[in-house]
Nanobody, 119 residues
């Protein structure tokens, strides 16, 4: 089993910065990739950024160039550095860990942390 705990959410002004953290515990050796998703009221959950076990990253077009996902293997932690924040970035952000088992994706989720961007 994999357990994920997010931290770092809060209220920031447009143009500001925020760093989210996700600490993983459990069977972390079997994780193939981790990422950050977000969900705003009335909208579908969407992928924001992901990072594979090999270090390859990918980003949603809406955040590319502003957000950076990184990892600290020694601390079993994944980060999301968010710069130049916009009001449309307001959402609940969820940490995700993915394992591929028997050709099927197996996902684990954190509780979520609220990010609000407002002037």
């Amino acid at each position: 089993q994999v357990q994920l705990v997010e931290s770092g959410g809060g209220l920031v002004q447009p143009g500001g910065s925020l760093r989210l953290s996700c600490a993983a515990s459990g069977t972390i050796f079997s994780i193939n990739a981790m990422g950050w998703y977000r969900q705003a009221p009335g909208k579908q959950r969407e992928l924001v950024a992901g990072i594979t076990s090999g270090g390859t990253t990918n980003y949603a077009d809406s955040v590319n160039g502003r957000f950076t996902i990184s990892r600290d293997n020694a601390k079993n932690t994944v980060y999301l550095q968010m710069n130049s924040l916009k009001p449309e970035d307001t959402a609940v952000y969820y940490c995700n860990a993915r394992r591929v088992v028997g050709g099927t994706d197996e996902d684990y989720w954190g509780q979520g942390t609220q990010v609000t961007v407002s002037s």
